[in-house]
């Protein structure tokens, strides 16, 4: 009998995903699950060897991730370096490594990819920044290509992807506003092509529905999630509003700094989380997405296409967390 992971699954009743989850000390596995497969893996002295796998399989043991922004952009937004971060320890774990390459925004964004499939570079992609209509998506689907998109359709397109739940997180924190007496809340939105700028405009529509008030298609404004997109859409912006909700922590920032400028007194509310939303002066009050768990669940999810043909699609829970910035109308403020 051939002793492999495929074997030590079929004899436990679990998935090979299940096993590697096992082998690399993922806390998702319970504790009845585990020791199962533990005591099958030593029943049949099965001892995984990622080294002699790679050579029958004439695989790389790459997985590929191109981030379509330029170098500052990348390595000033602190989600890209927690998302790597966790993604890179989930995919050592199981003996495959994260080849990372910046992709200038002004380059064509399929050839990168032809050229890495042509090559036989990598095993496999894990895709950042989802478009709406996603050149890259449609031709690794025509080539028959593994990958795992970081966001969701927003056309119900059936893909492999893991995503937090953005148009849940904007609704929330519209809301958290709407409660507040704010109505004309000024919304700081990423490009507007990227399927995480469509989902959290949902949010904020769908905030606005359930409270019977009309939007005012102006107070949506498309930038990027940068500091200084925030600072300057808020800055720019000529209508009276009373409190602001922006697509990122970085653009809440810069909303902040404006309004300060502008001796303009509004609550704000941003989203990710990042750890300087907490160092802020006043304190961000924002959409907490869990980037750590995005991060490791890409890349599991990653490992379980490649390794037992899964076909991930997860959506991922977000929480308000209330600090200062969101707190200027004490007397209306109600805890979420």
């Not at 893991?162 to 000024?186: H, P, Q």
């Not at 919304?187 to 700028?197: D, K």
Request: aromatic share 8%; proline share 4%; charged share 30%.
């Amino acid at each position: 009998m051939k002793l492999n992971i495929s074997t030590v699954a079929k004899k436990a009743g679990v998935s090979t995903a299940t096993v590697s989850r096992v082998l690399n000390g993922s806390p998702s596995v319970s504790k009845k699950t585990r020791e199962k497969v533990m005591k099958v893996i030593e029943k049949l002295e099965y001892v995984p060897n990622h080294v002699a796998r790679s050579l029958r399989s004439k695989k790389t043991g790459l997985i590929g991730t191109i981030i379509p922004h330029s170098t500052d952009y990348v390595f000033n937004f602190p989600y890209f370096s927690i998302f790597l971060r966790e993604a890179t320890k989930r995919l050592s774990g199981d003996g495959y490594q994260l080849l990372l390459t910046i992709e200038e925004p002004d380059e064509n964004p399929v050839e990168i990819y032809r050229t890495f499939l042509d090559r036989k570079i990598v095993d496999a992609f894990i895709i950042l920044d989802l478009k709406e209509k996603d050149e890259r998506v449609e031709f690794l689907k025509t080539r028959d290509a593994k990958f795992v998109v970081v966001g969701r359709a927003v056309n119900g397109e059936e893909i492999p992807f893991i995503d937090t739940d953005n148009m849940g997180g904007a609704f929330k924190a519209v809301s958290y506003l709407l409660k507040k007496k704010c109505r004309k809340i000024l919304f700081l939105n990423g490009p507007a092509n990227q399927s995480v700028s469509i989902w959290r405009a949902r949010g904020y529509l769908d905030a606005h529905l359930k409270y019977g008030l009309e939007v005012d298609d102006s107070f949506i404004l498309n930038g990027s999630f940068t500091e200084d997109s925030g600072y300057k859409m808020t800055k720019s912006f000529e209508g009276e509003f009373d409190a602001v909700f922006a697509a990122s922590d970085l653009m809440a920032m810069g909303a902040l700094k404006a309004l300060k400028e502008m001796e303009k007194d509004v609550p704000v509310i941003g989203f990710d989380d990042i750890p300087q939303a907490a160092m802020t002066s006043p304190t961000l009050t924002t959409v907490r997405q869990p980037i750590e768990k995005v991060g490791y669940t890409v890349a599991d999810s990653i490992i379980a296409c490649l390794e037992s043909e899964e076909f991930p699609r997860k959506v991922l829970d977000v929480e308000l967390i209330i600090r200062e910035s969101s707190e200027v109308n004490h007397e209306d403020s109600k805890k979420w």
